[in-house]
């Protein structure tokens, strides 16, 4: 389906991002005091907003100790001030009443408050039980992109140099896993060559597989004023669902789920039938894939072939007509388009096939290595790229983009570590949802899990909250109980946000700095602190010399050396609104374009066109001929709805925090399921009746949003994950199926059946 905008529905799409993005500040109520103004603030601490990863700048006003007042950093290029409902409202996450203050012990069932250095001591002594009676793979750490750098960094380090095993994994799993080893296999390196400024650089922009409106709300912001100054730029969004952020879009495409690899292949197809691609481009800066095989363009013009518009068009649900008008207009000669995506790409089946097709059509184009032109994968969280693709958060990784599989990669890092090389563990280690099962199995003795909450991310939850209960479960968390710390032995109680100092890099390679700026509640310690306490206890104290995280980011850069992922100094970053990796030259200048010179100078002097994909061994980045795939789950006669599911403006993840904040939970107190007003009315459902959602491994119930916030197709239905409530935990129903590449979870496409409750 395509529609040309109207002067009405752009204006009502203006409306809506007035409504989702302010500028200036937000004072606090003070609880004690009554409401503040933020001229009455001690001080203005810098820091970035924790939730999402368009990585706001903010400043944080305080008053005796405590965050009472926000504002949108003026300076910090990523926001110019502006912040969205959540970053607007973000001190009152920190009064919350559910805030964890002492570290709680379970015994007999039931919690009781302890001091930290029994619930250290417990905890160390069960891990090195489990580690001498079954070994080192017995125990593992789960983590997220919400830490600081430091965080990671350090417990990375002590689990695998000390303990000696690679069971370090994280929720950047659930989220950027396909992202990375989309661009691993495509450039040999990880993270985006443009930045956001590629948005106001660029003539055209595609949304695909991401719904900005909600979940990036300040970059859609900068795509509208974008859009407002050059109305004649074409935006063309393409979903499963009718969203919000299709209320600006030129052209809204409506896809058959999962169908999106036969819609870019047959883009690709169009590309070569009429002749948009830049030759020269690809003569020096491409190779063709397929499989192991290396093969060339008439081998894979060949492979498209039956994905040419006409045989697509029925497939994936978009005429063969329109397939045709947004290649030209998206991917024609001499326009500058950038592509974004973000979960509807990564959270499937096929994540990592999907992420090398949207490549490939900027590769084809030449449409990459310049200002506006960029396929640009979008982030979720504030630091999944700089606290775990950085630093070597996950179970396959190393710090500064090394893997675990190379030896001399881990000789390298022993080498910086000053550790002799067999005391980096070779052996994969588990990814989350290997993790999780092996705690189910019993195999997995002991997991330690910060800063994310399982119990209600992962898919086919019933079954992994089992694994968790058999499994000595340490939580660190700023809130209790959630649906992970509930499941706990012990919990830790954690500092958060600006109650501490550390890193973030957000999705555009940009690294910031957080003051710490107010003080904890009750005992809560900085997570940084707590890991710190465990490597002493364990044993492992010459691995983590630290008394600072400054400390920790001074080894780090270590590691940073001779790579292409320089990271800027702490001075500078306390001093700077954001810098972009790579920094070069003694003022530690940033890089606004990766892969292409005057901008990045890891690029050779002499290479052909100022380009070089030097991840690749020949510096030439890689067209992947890649099939359709289809989802393990498919609609049948049983199960015939496809439920896909993701955010909602308002509300953060597993909304510990935003069902904190009344304004956010005034305005969504529950979770709906959205539904098509075909398939309602075929059922006999009315908008507000509660539904039951059945699928093969859990019902839920839920009330049914007919032309609510957003509007499936037939035979779609959505869900926003955020809900704790045992009814709404839309995760119970969803498949744990995983991309056999990248290990990350389907969370796009599970059959379903609905009925009214
Ligand atoms: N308000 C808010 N913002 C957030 C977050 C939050 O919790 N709340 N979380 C942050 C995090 S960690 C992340 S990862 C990002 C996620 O940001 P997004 O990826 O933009 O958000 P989602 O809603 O998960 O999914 C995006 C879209 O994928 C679509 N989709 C479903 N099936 C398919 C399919 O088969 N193909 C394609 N191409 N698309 C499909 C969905 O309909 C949905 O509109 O948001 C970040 N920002
Ligand atoms: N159905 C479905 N499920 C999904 C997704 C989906 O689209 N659909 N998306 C997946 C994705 S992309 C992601 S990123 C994951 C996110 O899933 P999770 O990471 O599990 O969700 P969060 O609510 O962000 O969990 C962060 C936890 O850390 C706590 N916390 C906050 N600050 C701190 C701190 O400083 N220290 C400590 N120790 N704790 C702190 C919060 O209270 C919260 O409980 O969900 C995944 N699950
Ligand atoms: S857009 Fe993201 S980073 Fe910016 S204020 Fe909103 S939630 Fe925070
Ligand atoms: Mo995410």
Redesign the pocket.
């Not at 910060?450 to 399982?454: E, F, G, I, L, S």
């Not at 660190?476 to 809130?479: D, L, M, P, R, V």
């Given at each position: 389906m395509s529609k040309t905008i109207t002067r009405r529905s752009f204006l009502k799409g203006m409306a809506l991002t007035a409504a989702l993005v302010t500028a200036g500040c937000a004072p606090q109520r003070d609880t004690q005091n009554g409401p503040v103004s933020p001229k009455e603030v001690d001080k203005w601490c810098k820091g970035v907003c924790?939730y999402c990863g368009t990585g706001c700048g903010v400043y944080a006003g305080v008053k005796n100790g405590k965050i009472v007042a926000v504002k949108g950093d003026p300076d910090n290029p990523v926001n110019r001030g502006r912040l969205c409902i959540k970053g607007m409202t973000l001190p009152k996450i920190l009064e919350a009443p559910d805030r964890v203050t002492k570290p709680l012990i379970k015994e007999n069932g039931k919690f009781r408050e302890a001091s930290w250095d029994e619930a250290l001591d417990l905890m160390t002594s069960k891990f090195k039980e489990a580690i001498e009676q079954y070994g080192p793979d017995s125990v593992g750490f789960y983590g997220?992109?919400?830490t600081f750098a430091e965080e990671t960094y350090t417990v990375q380090k002590i689990f695998r140099a000390g303990i000696g095993t690679n069971n370090i994994d994280g929720?950047?799993r659930?989220?950027m896993a396909s992202a990375v080893a989309g661009m691993i296999a495509t450039y040999g390196e990880d993270e985006p060559s443009g930045t956001y400024e590629d948005i106001e650089d660029c003539d055209n922009f595609f949304m695909i597989g991401s719904n900005m409106a909600e979940a990036h709300p300040v970059l859609f912001a900068r795509l509208v004023a974008h859009k407002r100054k050059n109305p004649n730029m074409k935006i063309v969004v393409a979903d499963v669902r009718e969203t919000k952020s299709m209320e600006i879009a030129d052209y809204k495409i409506l896809f058959k789920p999962s169908m999106d690899l036969t819609l870019l292949n047959s883009m690709a197809y169009v590309i070569l039938q009429d002749g948009l691609q830049d030759d020269h481009f690809i003569e020096n800066h491409v190779n063709f894939m397929q499989g192991k095989e290396k093969i060339d363009l008439e081998k894979y013009k060949a492979f498209l072939a039956p994905y040419a518009p006409e045989l697509a068009a029925e497939k994936c649900g978009v005429p063969a007509e329109t397939i045709r008008e947004l290649t030209h207009v998206l991917y024609g000669k001499d326009v500058k388009t950038m592509s974004v995506w973000c979960?509807g790409f990564n959270?499937r089946i096929s994540g990592v096939f999907v992420n090398n097709l949207i490549h490939n059509l900027h590769l084809l184009t030449g449409k990459i290595c310049k200002p506006g032109s960029t396929p640009f994968s979008l982030t979720?969280?504030p630091s999944a790229c700089g606290s775990v693709r950085e630093t070597g958060g996950l179970s396959h990784i190393l710090p500064a983009h090394r893997f675990v599989a190379k030896e001399k990669d881990r000789n390298e890092l022993a080498e910086i570590w000053g550790i002799d090389p067999s005391r980096m563990p070779s052996k994969p280690g588990y990814h989350t949802i290997a993790m999780f099962e092996a705690a189910c199995t019993g195999k997995l003795k002991c997991l330690w899990v910060?800063?994310?909450?399982?119990g209600?991310?992962l898919?086919n939850a019933d079954h992994y909250r089992e694994g968790m209960e058999k499994t000595f479960l340490v939580v660190?968390?700023?809130?209790h109980p959630?649906r992970?710390s509930e499941l706990a032995d012990i919990v830790l109680p954690?500092?958060?946000?600006m109650e501490k100092e550390g890193i973030f890099g957000n999705g555009e390679r940009r690294t910031q700095h957080l003051e710490a700026a107010a003080t904890p509640p009750g005992e809560a310690k900085p997570?940084f602190w707590q890991i710190l306490e465990f490597a002493k206890r364990m044993g492992f104290e010459d691995l983590a010399p630290f008394k600072t995280p400054e400390d920790a980011w001074k080894e780090y850069q270590k590691c940073q050396k001779g790579t292409a992922m320089m990271l800027a100094s702490y001075d500078h970053l306390k001093k700077a609104h954001g810098v972009l990796w790579p920094v070069k030259g003694e003022n530690e200048e940033e890089t606004r374009i990766r892969y292409a010179r005057p901008w990045d100078t890891n690029v050779k002097e002499d290479a052909v066109d100022g380009i070089e994909f030097y991840g690749k061994p020949d510096g030439r980045a890689v067209i992947w001929a890649r099939p359709q795939v289809f989802p393990k789950e498919m609609p049948d006669a049983e199960y015939p709805i496809c439920i896909t599911?993701?955010?909602m403006l308002e509300h953060?993840?597993?909304?510990?925090?935003t069902f904190n904040v009344p304004e956010l939970k005034r305005i969504a107190p529950e979770m709906v399921v959205d539904m098509n007003a075909e398939d309602a009315a075929r059922l006999g459902i009315q908008d507000g009746d509660l539904v039951n959602i059945i699928s093969r491994r859990a019902t839920c119930k839920m009330k049914a949003a007919i032309n609510g916030r957003s509007k499936p197709q037939p035979g779609v239905v959505y869900v926003s994950?955020h809900d704790p409530n045992m009814d709404r935990m839309?995760?119970r129903v969803?498949l744990d199926s995983f991309d056999p590449g990248s290990k990350q979870p389907d969370?796009k496409a599970s059959a379903v059946r609905i009925e009214k409750a």
């Open positions: 924790r997220s992109g919400q929720n950047p659930t989220c979960m959270q979720g969280q910060m800063t994310t909450n399982p209600q991310s898919p660190s968390e700023a809130y959630t992970t954690s500092a958060m946000w997570d599911t993701g955010r953060w993840h597993t909304g510990t925090m994950f839309i995760n969803m969370y």
